[in-house]
DNA sequence: GTCTATATAATGATAGAC
DNA sequence: GTCTATCATTATATAGAC
């Protein structure tokens, strides 16, 4: 498996797609250019042309392959058991997987709309497999009377907007710790569904 | 008041604003450019320098002017009584003066890194008047007994990362309507407070 | 207040040498 | 695989006529 002299495309094409969504979370994909991309890699722009099509095709290469590990992981985590289980699980894993991952969570939001229209519905396909595999859990949580929860469809909607946005504001050397937050966003997403209330009450 | 002829600065002003608005949401700031935005209005690029000193002063007031509508609107509709009240109205507030404004909730959160620090610092102290008058909210039910809330910062920011959230999917054609976004919304953060269950418990 | 014309700079992408 | 050089396009912003 031995490269030829001078080629380091194994090392450097991850080091473009690092640089890449560092410029793309902080600036955003427009305000980016390829010469800025290269700089960051002590390139010329030319040479980026050897580990991308062009710049759509980076963009959309950087947001699929942090889909499909975002799935990989999922399925890697997932649980079996109760309602109330799973949704533990979903929810600790959601904000484990995410946490580290605030460059990567910032351009998949904000950068959907200057993806062609094919590319577009290509992570929508891969973002649907995610909230699909939540409602599920929430479905069958409501059917077992765990849940208490009006429309399943926008509760899912809701959980994952509130978890995904702990990204806007966690700092790893702030007030709160990653297992902190956990507890304290599971308490949350518990009394959300209507498991909290449920749990009180056979308790008495 | 009459104005001289050939002057429509006082029309022509929010058409140049409304086609911005609407151009840097949906293809996001460094995307657009002022050529864009004149054609938008039937104008040549040079004429948009008579409504703004240039394209970063046109974003700052757009987000400006947006947050202080909403501070404006929410000082209007805030109500008196205990925290359950209070919370409620802040909710169906916060749907109500969100919805019919996806393009302006959309440039608010997503055109942020694109402001010059000093603009951006501006914005970012209307946003905390806002956050701060949730917190109030959540403390005073907390302090009440009303409310069981693990971290009343945190509880703040997710419920509204959850409301402002709805955005991203609303759509006025859509399967559910103003007021059963309300009612389902409303019994979400009632119970992410913990409000139900103390209800609940009460009511026995 | 809007136009045309333009100064000045930057962009995405390609060609060809090494 | 990376470089230098370059093409063709587009950008923001300004100047001056009307």
Redesign the pocket.
């Known amino acids: 498996m031995a490269r030829k002299t001078?080629?380091?495309?194994d090392i450097?094409g991850p080091r473009v797609r690092d640089a890449a969504i560092s410029l793309i979370a902080e600036k955003g994909f427009a305000a980016?250019?390829?010469?800025?991309i290269?700089a960051a890699v002590?390139?010329?722009?030319?040479?980026l042309?050897?580990?991308t099509a062009?710049?759509?095709s980076l963009l959309f290469d950087l947001m699929r392959t942090h889909m499909e590990e975002l799935l990989e992981a999922r399925a890697e985590a997932a649980v079996t058991g109760d309602a109330l289980t799973r949704l533990e699980a979903f929810t600790r894993f959601h904000i484990r997987f995410h946490l580290p991952r605030s460059r990567e969570v910032f351009l998949s939001y904000m950068e959907l709309r200057n993806l062609t229209p094919e590319n577009f519905a290509g992570i929508e396909r891969l973002r649907k497999v995610y909230e699909d595999d939540l409602e599920a859990i929430l479905i069958d949580g409501q059917r077992a009377g765990v849940f208490k929860i009006a429309d399943t469809k926008i509760a899912t909607l809701a959980l994952i907007a509130m978890l995904t946005g702990i990204s806007n504001w966690y700092r790893p050397d702030g007030r709160l710790s990653i297992d902190r937050i956990e507890e304290i966003y599971w308490a949350l997403v518990q009394n959300a569904v209507g498991a909290a209330e449920i749990a009180a009450t056979a308790a008495e």
Do not use: C, E, F, L
């Open positions: 001078g080629s380091h495309s450097t980016v250019s390829m010469r800025q290269a002590d390139m010329q722009a030319g040479a042309y050897n580990y062009d710049k759509q």
